[in-house]
């Protein structure tokens, strides 16, 4: 079985808020109420993404459910905007994003319906997110609906779902609250909850 998704979300038991997000352009990204059902097809987004971060490279696809209202070439930069920041994977590794050849792995924005069936055979109740198949799959619903740690902190959660989902991709395992007042470490399942500690999107949160 490929690691687990993030569980179902319970509310969130702190009033902090998340490391602040880096000011990310929104205007084509997806908001309001995912659809709970696209086309079922998959499209890759068109052409390559310059190479950044630090260290060894990683490429990477990225596909889009089609008839699900999301812009394919904004997230496909959010993407890339996040793995390469110096807080994110980036600090230890170089991503660039391909259409065509060999992808050591493959970001998937989804309708509910469809990461429903990518992620099986987890179960994800039509609402969660995955890394299943060499497929790290944002569901669209929680792309555009955040979760209760983040509150209507979007541009912050949206940072937390591709740092997390990818970094199954790389090898990663979920880890756990280090301890009351913390930042949560990214591999936590923070869509699940985060306890005692505070909501942090990034691998290598500022200090």
């Given at each position: 079985m490929e690691r687990s998704r993030d569980d179902a979300p319970t509310e969130d038991t702190t009033g902090s808020g998340?490391?602040?997000?880096?000011?990310?352009p929104s205007a084509t990204l997806g908001t309001g109420a995912a659809v709970p059902?696209?086309?079922?097809?998959?499209?890759t987004v068109s052409g390559r993404s310059s190479v950044?971060?630090?260290?060894?490279?990683?490429?990477?696809?990225?596909q889009l459910e089609g008839g699900i209202g999301e812009d394919g070439?904004?997230?496909?930069?959010?993407?890339?905007?996040?793995?390469?920041?110096?807080?994110?994977w980036g600090s230890r590794l170089s991503f660039q994003r391909v259409d065509s050849g060999w992808a050591a792995f493959t970001v998937v924005l989804a309708s509910p319906t469809l990461a429903e069936q990518l992620c099986k055979?987890?179960?994800?109740?039509?609402?969660?997110?995955?890394?299943?198949?060499?497929?790290?799959?944002?569901?669209?619903?929680?792309?555009?609906?955040?979760?209760?740690?983040?509150?209507?902190?979007?541009?912050?959660?949206r940072l937390y779902?591709?740092?997390?989902?990818?970094?199954?991709?790389?090898?990663?395992d979920h880890q756990q609250c280090g301890g009351p007042g913390q930042?949560?470490?990214?591999?936590?399942?923070?869509?699940k909850g985060i306890g005692a500690c505070r909501p942090n999107p990034w691998p290598f949160p500022p200090r």
């Open positions: 998340p490391t602040p997000a880096p000011p990310t059902k696209g086309n079922g097809r998959l499209a950044g971060g630090k260290g060894p490279l990683r490429t990477y696809r990225v070439p904004a997230f496909a930069a959010a993407v890339q905007r996040t793995l390469t920041d110096p807080h994110s055979p987890l179960e994800i109740d039509y609402r969660l997110s995955c890394f299943s198949g060499g497929k790290s799959v944002v569901n669209d619903a929680r792309w555009r609906g955040s979760a209760p740690s983040y509150g209507s902190d979007l541009a912050s959660y779902v591709v740092n997390h989902e990818v970094g199954h991709a790389l090898g990663h930042l949560a470490p990214v591999m936590m399942q923070q869509t």
